[in-house]
């Protein structure tokens, strides 16, 4: 229970740090992907490391989320069917990694026909 309020607590403050910095990186991140010759004179902006640090810091929370949902619902499917912990885990890792690489290669797909 403590280790889901702590998760909790980090996904809250990623939102409210987040969520205010979008509508200002947006417009960089946009201009900096399509037209990289403006940054190359800085060298490389500042803001665009903050930028990678808030993407690592939402991958870290979501990933931690995800297997967190990953083992409470193993463990209880565990527990309603009466199977071992273990397989189920990894089966149930497995069935999220395998849903993963449909959508983004479906979502690739997707992006190729337009």
């Known amino acids: 229970m403590h280790q889901r309020l702590g998760e909790l607590i980090a996904v809250l403050t990623l939102l409210t740090l987040t969520l205010p910095l979008i509508r200002s990186l947006t417009p960089r991140l946009i201009t900096a992907r399509l037209f990289p010759s403006h940054d190359r004179a800085n ?55 395998l849903c993963g690489e449909v959508a983004s290669r479906w979502a690739l797909t997707g992006l190729r026909r337009r």
């Open 43 to 97: 060298q490389l902006p500042a803001w665009r490391w903050h930028a990678d640090l808030l993407t690592d810091l939402a991958i870290a929370a979501a990933t931690a989320t995800v297997g967190l949902l990953a083992h409470l619902v193993s463990f209880a499917l565990a527990l309603r069917f009466d199977q071992p912990y273990g397989p189920l885990l990894a089966a149930l890792l497995l069935a999220l990694f």
